[in-house]
T-cell receptor, first 112, second 110 residues
Framework: KAGVTQTPRYLIKTRGQQVTLSCSPI?????VSWYQQTPGQGLQFLFE???????NKGNFPGRFSGRQFSNSRSEMNVSTLELGDSALYLC???????????FGSGTRLTVV | GIQVEQSPPDLILQEGANSTLRCNFS?????LQWFHQNPWGQLINLFY???GTKQNGRLSATTVATERYSLLYISSSQTTDSGVYFC????????????FGTGTKLQVIP
């Protein structure tokens, strides 16, 4: 079966711009979660979507938003980018909760 | 929120050595999973282990939920075991967000 697909793999943006990242989950998985990984902060939970509804949200500013479509694909958006937003953004899909958690390869975002 | 601490933070092993990685969590959990992040950043599932013991080849894991810890054992380590090991927990009580531990960075040298 196809894995979790994240696009793009790499991205360079300028401060103040906005960015949209995409995550296509494993077929049949209805839960998609997003994480930010930085060297100093480890893996930080951004949000989780289940059947198009945001079920949980981490402690990130409102500049970080997301959505999930009826086919379970998810997007996250970061507006007004800051240098500190440079990170590896990972998404994980699962049937429910942490069981069967499968991660994509991530999108490495660099803000200059 | 729940706190998840892993120890040791860093570990250097000679190829062939054994090691034990620990994950402590501060509250009751419904689920726990171990992951390995390879040097290219890919996170791979190792074990889904909310309680009990599981083994997969040279790796095994034990979770004692009542005492709020989990252990990951790596035997006869190989250079391909290098990377960062994370535990992640799903706290008890409805739809709780998954929390990752601080990670153990393992380097296996030939």
């Amino acid at each position: 079966k196809a894995g979790v697909t994240q696009t793009p793999r790499y991205l360079i943006k300028t401060r103040g711009q906005q960015v949209t990242l995409s995550c296509s989950p494993i077929s049949g998985h209805r839960s998609v979660s997003w994480y930010q990984q930085t060297p100093g902060q480890g893996l930080q939970f951004l949000f989780e979507y289940f059947s198009e509804t945001q079920r949980n949200k981490g402690n990130f500013p409102g500049r970080f938003s997301g959505r999930q479509f009826s086919n379970s694909r998810s997007e996250m958006n970061v507006s007004t980018l800051e240098l500190g937003d440079s990170a590896l953004y990972l998404c994980a899909s699962s049937l429910a909760g942490i069981y069967g958690y499968t991660f994509g390869s991530g999108t490495r975002l660099t803000v200059v | 929120g729940i706190q998840v601490e892993q120890s040791p933070p860093d570990l250097i092993l000679q190829e062939g050595a054994n090691s034990t990685l620990r994950c402590n969590f501060s509250d009751s959990v419904n689920n726990l999973q171990w992951f390995h992040q390879n040097p290219w950043g890919q996170l791979i599932n190792l074990f889904y282990i909310p309680s009990g013991t599981k083994q997969n080849g040279r790796l095994s894991a034990t979770t004692v939920a009542t005492e709020r810890y989990s252990l990951l054992y790596i035997s006869s380590s190989q250079t391909t075991d290098s990377g960062v090991y994370f535990c992640a927990v799903e706290p008890s009580g409805g739809y709780q967000k998954v929390t990752f531990g601080t990670g153990t960075k393992l380097q296996v040298i030939p």
